[in-house]
């Protein structure tokens, strides 16, 4: 992984800023919404030896959106300063899915599909909330 890691991140950074430039370029990036991210969060610190990467994280999770009606520039949500737990602004997964959704033109609750005879939504039954913050 030593080996490896930086080449690794600069073909993602390249490649997901040349995705966003070039939808800015020919002006898709308002009508297109881009999200980026991982299986896991990541904490600061690492168990491992020196330069052995940061450990995998269940409870915090980075992320970026560009596009389709996110704001430019922003940022949401705080952790405390080990990466540990979320301190302030927390988006549960529902509310992230429903605030694409929303992004997409389509209200998250009104948008149903029938399985096993029931209507069902992409969000659940929990209540969600269109993340406002990060709207543009």
Same mark, same amino acid.
């Given at each position: 992984?030593? +080996?490896?890691?930086?080449?690794?991140?600069?073909?993602?950074?390249?490649?997901?800023a040349?995705?966003?430039?070039?939808? /800015?370029?020919?002006?898709?990036?308002?009508? @297109?919404? *881009?999200?980026? $991210? !991982?299986?896991?969060?990541?904490? *600061? #610190?690492?168990?491992? &030896?020196?330069?052995? !990467?940061?450990?995998?994280?269940?409870?915090?999770?980075?992320?970026?959106?560009? &596009? !389709?009606? =996110?704001?430019? &520039?922003?940022? %949401?949500?705080v @952790?405390?300063?080990?990466? #540990?737990? =979320? *301190? +302030?602004d927390? *988006? %549960? =997964?529902?509310?992230?899915?429903? @605030?694409?959704?929303?992004?997409?033109? =389509?209200?998250? /609750?009104?948008?149903? #599909? +029938? #399985?096993? $005879?029931?209507? %069902? @939504?992409?969000?659940?039954?929990?209540?969600?909330?269109?993340? +406002?913050?990060?709207?543009?």
């Amino acid at each position: 992984m030593v +080996k490896n890691l930086n080449a690794q991140c600069r073909d993602t950074d390249q490649a997901s800023a040349a995705l966003v430039t070039d939808l /800015k370029q020919r002006g898709m990036l308002d009508d @297109t919404l *881009v999200i980026w $991210g !991982g299986e896991f969060g990541r904490s *600061v #610190y690492s168990q491992g &030896g020196l330069n052995a !990467g940061r450990d995998h994280h269940g409870r915090c999770f980075s992320m970026w959106m560009a &596009g !389709g009606g =996110i704001a430019s &520039g922003r940022m %949401h949500g705080v @952790t405390d300063d080990f990466c #540990y737990n =979320i *301190v +302030k602004d927390p *988006v %549960h =997964i529902r509310d992230l899915s429903a @605030t694409a959704l929303h992004c997409l033109g =389509i209200n998250d /609750k009104r948008f149903t #599909y +029938k #399985y096993q $005879g029931l209507n %069902h @939504t992409p969000t659940g039954v929990e209540p969600t909330r269109v993340v +406002k913050e990060i709207l543009g």
